[in-house]
């Protein structure tokens, strides 16, 4: 396999003088070569999972809705790229991420609901502690919404002006 000049000396500076195993410099290798090499450059296995291709995640609470919460969300991931990610998988109703509302900027969060548990559970197991643009998601159930309580109200005298409750030292 042929390397260019500059690869070539970009992978002396990280090898060093300490030689690496041939699996491990082949690796780096078809990192940094150029895709206009000749012969077909080998192709490295997807890293999909922070904790490993094999490795299966335990102790995770049961669905009981078939919505998700989606945590580790890029700033940059949209609601198009979430449902695109999380399509696969099967009828996807609802996928949304949150956003601030004075910017418009996601929250780092979102939700995805399908039409099955079943659906949903591959989806978890499928997508999550796995990488979206560029920043590791985790999937979990989500956990159904609580009601605020009512707003007390507030105590104003009879000259229109509000009572401050606060007790002790303000200054």
């Known amino acids: 396999m042929a390397l260019s000049s500059s ?17 491990a410099s082949s690796a780096l290798r078809a990192a940094f070569c150029s895709s206009s090499s000749s012969g077909p450059s ?20 049961p ?15 949209t609601d198009d790229k ?32 399908y039409a099955s548990l079943e659906e949903a559970e591959t989806a978890r197991q499928g997508m999550n502690a796995k990488f979206l643009d560029g920043w590791v998601i985790f999937v979990d159930p989500a956990k159904p919404r609580e009601q605020k309580p009512a707003p007390q109200p507030d105590s104003v005298s009879h000259t229109g002006f509000r009572t401050n409750k606060t007790v002790g030292w303000c200054g």
Do not use: H, M, W, Y
């Open 7 to 23: 690869s070539s000396t970009l992978l002396r500076r990280l090898l060093g003088s300490t030689p690496l195993p041939s699996s």
């Open 42 to 61: 080998p192709t490295l296995p997807p890293a999909s999972s922070i904790f490993g291709d094999d490795t299966e995640v335990t102790n995770v609470p």
């Open 63 to 77: 669905l009981t809705t078939p919505k998700l919460f989606v945590s580790g969300l890029s700033r940059l991931t």
């Open 82 to 113: 979430l449902k695109s990610a999380f399509a696969p998988f099967g009828q996807l109703l609802e996928a949304k991420v949150i956003t601030d509302r004075v910017s418009g900027r996601s929250k780092g969060f979102g939700f995805v609901r």
